[in-house]
């Protein structure tokens, strides 16, 4: 089954920067125009949450509270591939980071409404 493909987790220092990719596994996955592209991340013994989205079609953005100011999420339509570019990182980003597609994008924050999740990269954060 065709999923999203994540890539870009490490090792960084607090207030590193890492950029994370995101990418179908296959021509079967297709990212329609109406679509929400997403990052959510989950820490061990924490809930998944989401981190920020962007719509496929205008590039409208949302972020986090937590992560507004540092994190940039971006899209290359041609490349059909999602970014998640973050600096100033703080041990609290510490976390598995997933990416998926959602066909609503007025529900862009709904982890629920996502569909295609990837593996996830894990992002490690050292203060």
């Known amino acids: 089954q065709a999923h999203m493909v994540e890539s870009g987790g490490k090792f960084a220092q607090a207030g590193g920067s890492l950029r994370l990719s995101c990418t179908p596994s296959?021509?079967?996955?297709?990212?329609?125009?109406?679509?929400?592209m997403g990052w959510f991340r989950q820490a061990p013994g924490k809930e998944r949450e989401f981190v920020a989205g962007?719509?496929?079609?205008?590039?409208?953005?949302y972020y986090a509270d937590s992560v507004k100011g540092r994190f940039t999420i971006s899209r290359v339509a041609a490349e059909n591939t999602v970014y998640l570019q973050m600096s100033s990182l703080k041990p609290e980003d510490a976390a598995v980071y997933y990416c998926a597609r959602n066909s609503d994008a007025y529900t862009w924050s709904d982890g629920s409404k996502y569909t295609d999740w990837g593996q996830g990269t894990q992002v490690t954060v050292s203060s």
């Open positions: 296959g021509r079967d996955l297709i990212i329609y125009a109406n679509d929400v």
């Open positions: 962007v719509t496929w079609r205008n590039n409208k953005k």
